[in-house]
């Protein structure tokens, strides 16, 4: 594109900030241990990049624009850091799907796959990991679940029903 046709002051727009995952209103911001501890130590990397781009004065309007983003992510940060509500997954009822779980669902007869997930805040979320949300609909439809437990999901277009086979609690994989 030719430079013609591109405003003068480009440089000069407002970075937009990526927002941090969904947190609904009034919902507290559980966190495992291993979550407080990638919380910590995103900040620790956000503060070391701040401190670069502070540093590196080759150009000053890319410099503004990265410490402008920067210092959003790091407000964002802060918030959760500030909110979050530490559950140790071994305070929680081994029997009953809580907060922290790995939980195995196998479905009823021969239908469906089984599924494995742990129960995690949601900065620590990540499907490929097999971690989720709290506040997801499938987190939500098996909180207080107890071991051997029959639950309808209603996740798709039909209704499954699945067992719950098994639930554990390990701080290190959460």
Avoid: C, W
């Amino acid at each position: 594109m030719s430079r013609a046709f591109t405003k003068e002051d480009d440089s000069l727009e407002a970075p937009i900030i990526p927002s941090r995952a969904a947190l609904p209103p009034g919902t507290p911001n559980y966190v495992t241990p291993v979550g407080l501890e990638q919380l910590r130590q995103e900040l620790t990397e956000l503060e070391a990049a701040r401190s670069a781009a502070e540093a590196n004065r080759e150009n000053e309007a890319d410099r503004t624009r990265l410490l402008t983003l920067l210092n959003g992510q790091l407000s964002q940060l802060q918030a959760r850091l500030n909110t979050a509500r530490l559950v140790d997954p071994r305070s929680q009822p081994a029997q009953e799907v809580r907060f922290g779980a790995t939980v195995v669902l196998r479905p009823v007869g021969s239908k469906g796959p089984t599924r494995q997930f742990t129960i995690v805040g949601v900065d620590e979320a990540s499907v490929a990991e097999g971690k989720v949300a709290f506040v997801a609909p499938i987190a939500r439809a098996v909180q207080g679940a107890k071991l051997g437990q029959r639950l309808t999901l209603h996740l798709g277009a039909k209704p499954e029903e699945v067992e719950v086979g098994s639930i554990t609690y390990d701080p290190g994989t959460s």
